[in-house]
């Protein structure tokens, strides 16, 4: 993900050891997987991680030490400023993860600046989204998946033609249908690297425009049928589509998106979502 570097230090026997640096704000997580029985430590070498528990927020500062082995609960870490671990596992994973990881981050970038945004979109999507998921109380598990989709969210727009995803005019009905498409391929590339969190993600990938009255795409899914990240991911989005210049519109201030977005509760939106969006739009202020 953008905001962590990694480089593997020492691998032998099948156990790794992988130095991470994490960009302010940014977050990090362990999960569960089938079949993986791997002893996973981490050392902090500076810096501060908290860990979301069910109590709040454990903090984490430069010598101390988390483990789990194996790994049967979701943990998601966030870094308070810039900060550097040790990551230890007793089964490979580095190849497996880092270089999948690296190639996604660097297309869902690409994407976006041919879509007409900035390089920073995918990261202030994942940011504004996570903000909302922890003001509605979200676990960890929703949490981790949250901050992968939200960043991934547009991804499959890699297999939309460019004289579609560039089309400075309104699309024809059959382009639209085309376009429609880029959430199912979405999903099918998060599938295809066969890494479990990335596969777990795709489901979310796939419902971020879908509508609360069943009105979205690809399957006019319904209200409590949308996953909670996906609402959430709806609602962010359309905020930073507004406001941001595009090719086909020029920006809305701050304050005409939230009045769209407030107009549009209940309907094209998850009402608790919008909910607690406005909270953290009035908390910014």
């Known amino acids: 993900m953008k905001g962590l570097t990694i480089s593997l230090l020492a691998s032998a026997d099948s156990t790794e050891i992988i130095h991470h640096k994490l960009e302010p704000n940014t977050r990090w997580g362990l999960e569960p997987e089938e079949g993986w029985i791997a002893l996973e430590y981490i050392f902090i070498l500076s810096g501060e991680l908290k860990l979301l528990t069910n109590d709040g927020f454990t903090i984490y500062k430069a010598g101390d030490s988390f483990y789990r082995g194996p790994v049967t609960e979701h943990y998601l870490f966030q870094s308070i400023g810039t900060a550097e671990f040790l990551y230890v596992t007793s089964q490979p994973v580095f190849h497996r993860y880092s270089q999948v990881s690296k190639d996604l981050v660097k297309l869902a970038i690409s994407i976006e600046q041919k879509d007409g945004y900035t390089s920073d979109h995918c990261g202030r999507i994942s940011k504004l989204s996570m903000l909302v998921g922890e003001q ?108 941001t210049d595009r090719p086909y519109h020029k920006a809305k201030s701050r304050e005409e998106a939230i009045s769209e977005i407030i107009r549009c509760r209940g309907t094209m939106y998850a009402p608790e979502v919008v909910d607690a969006f406005i909270s953290i739009q009035t908390q910014m202020n």
Do not use: C
Not at 178 to 190: F, N, T
Not at 214 to 243: C, N, W
């Open 136 to 243: 509605l109380a979200l676990d960890s598990q929703q949490l981790l998946r949250l901050n992968m989709a939200s960043f991934f969210h547009d991804i499959g727009k890699v297999k939309i033609p460019l004289n579609i995803l560039l089309k400075p005019g309104e699309l024809t009905e059959e382009e639209w249908m085309i376009m429609k498409s880029h959430s199912i391929y979405g999903r099918q590339l998060l599938e295809e690297t066969k890494l479990p969190l990335l596969k777990n993600v795709g489901e979310i990938v796939e419902q971020h425009h879908e509508r609360y009255d069943g009105k979205g795409y690809p399957y006019g899914l319904t209200s409590d049928d949308i996953k909670i990240e996906a609402s959430i991911i709806s609602v962010v989005d359309s905020f930073d589509a507004m406001t």
